[in-house]
């Protein structure tokens, strides 16, 4: 299969190639040229299979022209080595928990599938591959875990100074060996920017092989999709379609949701949940996409002011706006109604949600009461609200247990270069190394 990029200027290549470059030339991004339809027998077959089991044949009618079957398998297993189990906290509502790998984020499928796969494609290759990664959270610690150690493989992650947790800065300063952090005077646009400069910088190119491990990648991408046959698999009512309210910032997450109702699962519709970052729903509602620089909230991995994958999204639909509403809604949300929605959930559940879950909670409980006989409803929890303790530990009355991995990456030794947001030390920077 090749992919084509989606200001459709640059020469379709092959999905390797798309994977390893990260971005086309033309400062668009790659997609799949076709995406497949998975047969019947597949979904009749869907509650019996395992998610490794689906993951194996969801991401193989992609790859099947790369990698061969067996070693497509062992890459699965390798990579997809942990569970996304759904909790029902009724009939009509369950949670997609998508925080038991590693990290403890959802970013661990697409990091370790992606680390995986592109060292599959390089095995022999004699340069060595240059990562360039932005984070506003969660991807940061999920891609220096799964590369971390990876031959052949250089990361930098560059993160906004002071605008993610505490934890989460930890899990990816910590590591040192062949991950480094550059800690970046802006905000996440910024961050981005950068990195999309620097795949475009002749210079840089020339003097390195460059590619991302953000959500841009394609092989960051496919694997969003795999749980949501998982899910809906699993989901309490399964008589009924199923809604989905999808925390969103770079918008990733809900992209791989549309590839995977493109491949054929049943979802009645999908609701793109914002924080004060409220592009998206503001462009579903108005028909005007207006990116601005981004604002900081609770819910951090969701801000974000100029969301890239939201291109892939356009395309996907031809920029027909009627039949992207179609398909999804949005709505946005405070801070404060975050945590009143956590205290609620709390209170009415015993449950306790970090703040991304928390508006994908909220955009779906105001979807349900306005749609009531719409079907099922599935939101989805994408870190572990330890992550976020200094949010969450104030509004319930029970201390938040700490997980062991998070509690010993506290304790370790902050590795970062400090850089300005401006694109010549970044540049300056990367050529010296």
Known sequence: MQAYSTNHTSPRVSLKEAVLQGMPPDGGLYMPERIPDLPPAFFEALEEYSLQEIAFRVGHSFFKAEVPENDFRDLIEQAINFEAPVVSLGEELSILELFHGPTLAFKDFGARFMARLMSYFIRNDERELTILVATSGDTGSAVAHGFLGVPGIRV???????????????????????????????????????????????????????????????ARLIPQSFYYFSACARVRNRKKPVVISVPSGNYGNLTGGLIARRMGLPVARFIAASNANDIVPAYLASGDFAPRDSVATISNAMDVGNPSNFARMLDMYRHDLSAMRADLAGSSWTDEQTREAIREVWDSYGYLMDPHGAVGYLALRDYMRSHPESGTGLFLETAHPAKFLETVGPLVEESVKIPDRLESALHKEKLSVPLSSGFDELKSYLLAR
């Open 156 to 218: 930098y992650i560059l993160y906004p100074r002071g605008k993610v947790s505490t934890i989460q800065e930890k899990q990816f300063t910590t590591l040192g060996r062949n991950i480094t952090a550059l800690e970046v005077d802006g905000n996440f646009d910024d961050c981005q920017r950068l990195v999309k400069a620097a795949f475009t910088d002749p210079d840089l190119n020339q003097a390195m092989a460059l590619t991302s491990a953000n959500s841009i990648n394609i």
